[in-house]
């Protein structure tokens, strides 16, 4: 059965700290592994990663694949409040029913 | 580009009636789009592939009478609570799939509607 592991499932830091949230995947017909941000509506799309070792970068946030270890890490370099979200991972499985499968999400609270 | 809507935000109603919510690609055609449910503090709930000009296809456990989805056209689909209790209160989020060729995202995401049954 396809599954997405996120880890940790909460995290709590000060402003100006680095976090690294993990996701590690089992899925079949893996096309792409994808990272959204959810506050109080929608997940907001951040990265789509699709080949090993090519970083995906957006200011402050950053995202790698390993698809031989099949996982995912993203980085946020010097948090701020507004950081404080939900980041949930998922991977896309390209099969007959192809679909998103969804981690737990790693709930982020970034203190001042 | 991209844009998905979402229709209405929010709704209260009352147990026993139906509710539509309405799901719409602004600026592209959407073959498939997908319906989420998700409760607090939890993870996206896949309940429905939907498929323009098909019928949809439900995941295991999702009540397809309940819960009544109608892909009508490229750009709209459409979801019915039929009879709402309580516990169907819930935040339901729609996606849409973009056309093959586009490179960096899978679905893109309404705004989602918050239910609320009493």
């Known amino acids: 059965e396809d599954k997405v592991v996120q880890s940790p499932l909460s995290l709590v830091v000060h402003e100006g700290d680095t976090v690294t949230l993990n996701c590690s995947y089992e899925?079949?017909?893996?096309?792409?592994l994808l990272w959204y941000k959810q506050e109080k509506k929608a997940p907001t799309f951040l990265f789509m990663l699709?080949?090993s070792g090519i970083e995906k970068k957006s200011g402050r946030l950053s995202s790698i694949l390993d698809k031989k270890e099949l996982f995912s890490i993203l980085n946020i370099t010097a948090t701020q409040t507004g950081d404080s979200a939900v980041y949930l991972c998922?991977?896309?499985?390209?099969?007959?029913?192809?679909?998103?499968?969804w981690g737990l999400g790693t709930s982020l609270a970034v203190n001042p | 580009g991209a844009v998905v809507s979402q229709h209405p935000s929010r709704v209260i109603c009352k147990s026993g009636t139906s509710v539509k919510i309405e799901c719409r690609s602004l600026?592209?055609?959407?073959?498939?789009m997908f319906w989420y449910r998700q409760f607090p503090k939890k993870s996206l709930m896949l309940m429905a592939t939907?498929?323009?000009?098909?019928?949809?296809?439900?995941e295991q456990g999702v009540e397809k009478d309940k819960f009544l989805i109608n892909h009508a056209s490229l750009t709209l689909s459409t979801l019915t609570v039929t009879s709402a209790h309580p516990e169907d209160s819930s935040f339901y989020i729609c996606?849409?799939?973009?056309?093959?060729?586009?490179?960096?995202?899978?679905?893109?995401f309404g705004p989602g509607t918050r239910l609320t049954v009493l």
């Open positions: 899925v079949t017909n893996f096309r792409s």
């Open positions: 996606s849409a799939e973009p056309p093959s060729g586009f490179s960096y995202n899978e679905q893109f």
């Open positions: 699709t080949s």
């Open positions: 600026d592209f055609q959407a073959t498939t």
């Open positions: 998922a991977v896309y499985n390209a099969g007959n029913n192809r679909k998103l499968i």
């Open positions: 939907s498929n323009e000009g098909s019928k949809a296809t439900y």
